[in-house]
């Protein structure tokens, strides 16, 4: 067996070029994909973990009817809860928001607007609120009614750090509440749509407008430092909060959590197509070179080379050539997407649009280490099928004619 | 007792709608020490009667009974394991492994045999030294002239210790310098060991050397002598 391996090994040099080029090919193609899958998948972690951050945090807590129709009188009280996290150390923060719906106007516009009441230091550490704003303070200490709104609003309105603007929205008790507030600071976000629609005010000026304690709340979000702890922690609470309703974010956004289950199995399609491809590359080579030494091969087997070691043969040559080129190419991509997930790649050119769904523009290329040894395994499986064809054909040269025919 | 013998054998092709009797009733008997020319016009049925006689090819009709065993009876691999202990082959062209030096070709067929590390080096060696090519054992093919190359060849023919050594047109690419060395070696050998050699040829010179000449025509044996 040993010699097989050896004349193998010097057969695949028999056609210097012809090996480097599959070998090359096999090299770039696994490279180009794992880079590529990479990339996917980076891209979809910060979407995911910007929509988390952004928007829907890991956990909310609702009033159960909440859900359904999304009136000022649905809160619950956060007193309970509000104990029950607090002494929790799986979590990284949370907090509580009141939540109004009605309309914004100045003197040149109104609109349709969403008010969100958050308490300011427990937000600042739950999501990026604070670091989306591109101008003014982040709820001063100083003033009455602040309020913090998006810039695509700020434009509609005509409305600038300092100007009055008027907020209208119903109380529980079916009033229509009409207040003035101060714009104190303009916000970015992934969306014109979403910088048009929320408002941000103290949630204690809210619950004073809508007449609710300061415990009545709407919603508690809350982020926790492991993301195997959510579903534990949901349905702790949920059996200790029977009433309320708790969403895990995957609940929340189903399509963000569906993405997120299929984007694994899309990669590996896409590796699997380029091995198929790669695999018609070996194939070729590898029957051409057997058709090329028919008379050796058929030589071979008139003076008594076993059948078996014939297709040895064939076999081992062509996994010379796939494990030349795979592991290489697996390991560039290892090293290739470690240097990009230190550094990111900017994308600046194309932000625009990806902001639009709520990524950044530097994209930080990531894979699960599974992805790695899954795509090994993939590599051998494709050179085996890829050398059952060649080894095969080998196989049934038919020993005399092949010395027959000149 | 004969270490080659047929009975009645037989070997038919079909070419459109006719039957062409390659080998037609052939009875013949082969002694150890012989070394015997197949001679014959061409498409006469030498190169049939040689492949079947080495179990390369199987009969229509009749039996080859190769050490006091029916060949045509084995199955597909116990026939290619019987090639391998029994009969040494010397082909036209192609003999040799292009990727494997002289001592490697002459080495693999032994290794096919499971021979130890130290007993391939040495016989090869051996060997090649019998055929004259003790320089030359480190270089690969396609450094070899052609009557080199068949040199090797017949070394590799033997280092399986092989009952008998058929060759089909051995001689057929050699000029006639080449054709007169690898003569004297397989007539040396045949002399000095006690190889039996059975050979086709249309080579006049060849079947001067032989001691037994077989002439074929239309797959029958028209002179034996
Ligand atoms: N595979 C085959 N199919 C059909 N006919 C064949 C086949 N092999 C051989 N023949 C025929 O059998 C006959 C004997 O052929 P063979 O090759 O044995 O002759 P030969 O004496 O070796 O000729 P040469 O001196 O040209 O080598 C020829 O008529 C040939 O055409
Ligand atoms: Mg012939």
Redesign the pocket.
């Known amino acids: 067996m040993k010699t097989v391996f050896k004349i193998a090994w010097r057969n695949i040099w028999r056609n210097k070029l012809r090996s480097a080029v599959v070998v090359c090919s096999i090299f770039l193609g696994i490279w180009a994909g794992i880079f590529v899958s990479a990339f996917s998948f980076g891209l979809n972690e910060q979407r995911k973990e910007s929509m988390i951050r952004n928007q829907i945090s890991h956990i909310q807590i609702h009033n159960s009817t909440w859900l359904d129709q999304k009136e000022v009188a649905y809160t619950f009280s956060a007193t309970a809860v509000d104990d029950y996290l607090n002494k929790d150390p799986r979590l990284k923060a949370y907090a509580t928001r009141s939540k109004a719906s009605g309309m914004v106007s100045s003197a040149h516009y109104s609109g349709a607007a969403q008010i969100i009441g958050v308490n300011p230091n427990a937000e600042a550490a739950l999501s990026n609120l604070e670091e989306k704003l591109t101008e003014g303070e982040y709820f001063p200490e100083k003033g009455r009614n602040p309020v913090l709104i998006g810039r695509a609003l700020a434009k509609k309105l005509e409305a600038k750090i300092g100007s009055r603007i008027i907020l209208n929205f119903s109380d529980g008790q079916g009033n229509i509440i009409s207040s003035a507030f101060k714009v104190k600071g303009l916000y970015k976000d992934v969306s014109s749509k979403m910088e048009e629609l929320n408002l941000y005010v103290r949630q204690s000026d809210l619950q004073t407008l809508l007449g609710l304690e300061s415990v009545q709340v709407h919603e508690i979000a809350a982020l926790l430092k492991e993301d195997a702890d959510i579903e534990i922690l949901q349905q702790e609470l949920q059996a200790n909060f029977p009433a309320l309703a708790i969403q895990s974010w995957k609940q929340i956004s189903p399509e963000l959590a569906y993405a997120d289950e299929i984007m694994t199995q899309m990669l590996y399609i896409i590796i699997g197509i380029i091995m198929l491809a790669l695999s018609f590359g070996i194939i070729n080579t590898m029957l051409m070179a057997v058709l090329e030494r028919r008379k050796e091969l058929g030589m071979l087997m008139c003076v008594g080379m076993s059948r078996t070691k014939v297709f040895s043969m064939i076999m081992v040559e062509t996994f010379y050539l796939a494990l030349l080129g795979g592991p290489l190419g697996i390991l560039f991509a290892y090293y290739s997407v470690w240097q990009g997930s230190k550094s990111g790649l900017d994308l600046a050119a194309f932000s625009d649009g990806l902001a639009t769904y709520g990524i950044d523009s530097v994209i930080y290329p990531a894979l699960p280490t599974s992805f790695y040894w899954g795509t090994t395994l993939l590599v051998f499986i494709m050179t085996l099928l890829a050398a059952i064809y060649p080894a095969r054909r080998a196989l049934k040269l038919n020993p005399v ?1 092949t010395l ?1 025919t000149i | 007792m004969a270490i080659i013998e047929t009975k009645n054998l037989s070997r038919l ?3 459109g709608d006719h039957i ?1 009797h ?2 037609d009733k052939v009875n013949l008997e082969i002694e150890a020490g012989e070394f015997t020319a197949i001679v ?10 040689l492949n079947l006689i080495g179990g390369l090819d199987s009969p229509t009709e009749g039996e080859v009974i190769v050490d006091g065993k029916a060949i045509h009876k084995l199955k597909d691999n116990a026939l290619i394991n019987f090639r391998l202990q029994h009969i040494g082959f010397v082909f036209q062209a192609y003999n040799l492994i292009p990727v494997l030096s002289a001592q490697e070709n002459v080495e693999f067929i032994m290794l096919l045999q499971n021979a130890s590390a130290r007993e391939r080096k040495t016989r090869a060696q051996e060997l090649l030294k019998a055929v004259g090519l003790e320089a030359q054992m480190h270089k690969r093919p396609a450094e070899l002239s052609g009557g080199q190359q068949q040199r090797v060849a017949v070394a590799r023919a033997l280092a399986s210790k092989p009952s008998f050594v058929l060759a ?2 051995p001689t057929a690419n050699l000029d006639s310098k080449s054709t007169e060395d690898l003569l004297d070696i397989m007539h040396k050998l045949n002399q000095e060991e006690g190889i039996t050699f059975i050979f ?1 040829t ?1 080579d006049q010179r060849v079947i001067d050397r032989a001691s037994r000449i077989i002439y ?1 025509e239309d ?1 029958q044996i028209k002179e034996n002598h």
Request: cysteine-free; hydrophobic content about 20%.
């Open positions: 004619e027959r | 092709y079909q070419d062409i390659a080998v014959g016009p061409s498409g006469s049925g030498k190169t049939t009667l089909d047109e086709s249309h074929v797959g």
